[in-house]
């Protein structure tokens, strides 16, 4: 092979797909033998991991993917999508408009709290107890944050998130027959009490999912790809309705509601 056919060759390179003419197959396991045999939680787990993951761990996975799918129109991600159909174009620019909405503010607390986890854990391995470990991340996350830890709380659902408490029981059923060590979980559920010393604060979704992530050894930045990949089919879900129930150039309020005009 010529010097130059190697740099073409070399200009990407990946362990994920080995494809040729007659020849698909991901992290060494070829296409037709993955077809009928993993499901597709497996197969995201396959192409993000490098290996397949056992029924367990895909099931621990699947469970956080289904809580997060969908949150209503009010949901910023959903509204973009339903009005991106309105708009006379297809599916899968409704789906990107939405998806593209999923930021740090919104559907990125999954990710930030998965840090905050994650740090807690690094100051445990260095020998500190939970409950310090957990004071000192939270101290140290509020003079760069602020305030709002990343996980905890929700404007909608006081006093309880109805998603967080059976993602949590799934976790400690998982951890009880060694599918994962359970160890975030506990800081899941420290960082909840240390919140909820002064007044109730609920766990959410975000910090329910990131519990499950970080058991699963999901890097934090990979949990708001994860996230995106559960909101992808809410936002599926609902630009399609849109569409068949019709509507031309929807705004985000109806026609009769003008914005405030401030006099400058």
């Not at 200009?11 to 060494?28: Q, Y």
């Not at 996980?151 to 998603?163: E, L, N, Q, W």
């Not at 059923?173 to 109730?200: C, F, H, M, W």
């Not at 809410?234 to 309020?253: C, D, F, T, V, Y």
Request: include cysteine; charged fraction near 20%.
């Amino acid at each position: 092979m010529s010097a130059d056919a190697e740099a073409i060759r070399n200009w990407w390179r990946t362990s994920i797909i080995d494809m040729e003419p007659g020849k698909i197959a991901f992290r060494g396991h070829p296409i037709e033998d993955l077809i009928g045999n993993v499901s597709f939680t497996q197969m995201i787990w396959l192409m993000t991991v490098g290996r397949l993951a056992s029924a367990e761990e895909a099931a621990l996975l699947e469970a956080a993917l289904v809580a997060g799918v969908d949150h209503g129109p009010q949901a910023p991600s959903i509204a973009a999508a339903r009005m991106t159909a309105t708009c006379g174009v297809g599916l899968n620019n409704a789906m990107a408009n939405g998806v593209n909405m999923l930021g740090d503010v919104h559907g990125g607390a999954g990710e930030q709290c998965a840090e905050l986890y994650y740090d807690i854990n690094g100051r445990m391995d260095a020998g500190a107890k939970l409950e310090d470990a957990v004071q000192s991340g939270l101290d140290d996350w509020r003079a760069q944050n602020g305030k709002i830890v990343s996980g905890f709380g929700h404007r909608f659902h006081k006093p309880v998130d109805p998603r967080a408490p059976r993602l949590m029981a799934l976790v400690r059923a998982a951890a009880n027959a060694g599918t994962v060590s359970g160890r975030y979980a506990d800081i899941g559920e420290a960082v909840q009490a240390n919140l909820s010393a002064r007044k109730p604060l609920a766990m959410n979704i975000d910090g329910a999912t990131a519990v499950i992530f970080c058991e699963l050894g999901f890097p934090a930045p990979l949990s708001r790809g994860l996230f995106c990949l559960s909101r992808s089919v809410g936002i599926l879900s609902h630009a399609w309705e849109q569409m068949q129930q019709g509507g031309r150039n929807k705004g985000p309020m109806p026609p009769a509601y003008l914005p405030k005009y401030d006099k400058v």
